[in-house]
T-cell receptor
């Protein structure tokens, strides 16, 4: 298995633009997590899905953030409109049950 | 309020010694506690998982203990090597609530 796949790996955009981050979890995993990592706040859970259903989105910072999981092999995290304070590394992770997480390589987002 | 703390932001030790990292939590009742390693520019990599009814887990040079009374987990790396230098994160699975990471400890093993 290729592991968790995220795209793009790097994204540079201007304030106000829409940003879409993509994730392909490991086949057979039933949980998918989106995290954001910054130096100041560490690794924060934004939202997680179980069997494609959002379970807890309490970590989503604002309505500008939205996430979807239309099927078991694909999820998106969208920021619209983006702001400079959204600059961070965004990780997607998947698990089978609530077991060990397999993390993707991350998307480094820079909002100018 | 709920809090996860890891003993120090950075830890330097001499090669060959045992590194001990601490994870303390308050106002959580975790079902599991996990330890991850993160290298610069990469995602965290899972190392060990310990359940609330387990006291100790081992894997090669790694050992994790879990004391639910003290609300603490200790992570040990024996016979440490420079290749063990990385940031180590603990994470709690809070029984259907959420999955929370500590701030991490940056370990440097000096040759």
């Amino acid at each position: 298995d290729a592991g968790v796949i995220q795209s793009p790996r790097h994204e540079v955009t201007e304030m106000g633009q829409e940003v879409t981050l993509r994730c392909k979890p490991i086949s057979g995993h039933d949980y998918l997590f989106w995290y954001r990592q910054t130096m100041m706040r560490g690794l924060e859970l934004l939202i997680y899905f179980n069997n494609n259903v959002p379970i807890d989105d309490s970590g989503m910072p604002e309505d500008r953030f939205s996430a979807k999981m239309p099927n078991a092999s694909f999820s998106t995290l969208k920021i619209q409109p983006s702001e400079p304070r959204d600059s961070a590394v965004y990780f997607c992770a998947s698990t089978w049950g609530r077991g060990p997480g397999s993390f993707g390589p991350g998307t480094r987002l820079t909002v100018l | 309020s709920q809090k996860i703390e890891q003993n120090s932001e950075a830890l330097n030790i001499q090669e060959g010694k045992t590194a001990t990292l601490t994870c303390n939590y308050t106002n959580y009742s975790p079902a599991y506690l996990q330890w991850y390693r993160q290298d610069p520019g990469r995602g965290p990599v899972f190392l060990l998982l310990i359940r609330e009814n387990e006291k100790e887990k081992r894997k090669e040079r790694l050992k994790v203990t879990f004391d639910t009374t003290l609300k603490q987990s200790l992570f040990h790396i024996t016979a440490s090597q420079p290749a063990d230098s990385a940031t180590y994160l603990c994470a709690l699975d809070n029984y259907g609530q959420n999955f929370v990471f500590g701030p991490g400890t940056r370990l440097s093993v000096l040759p």
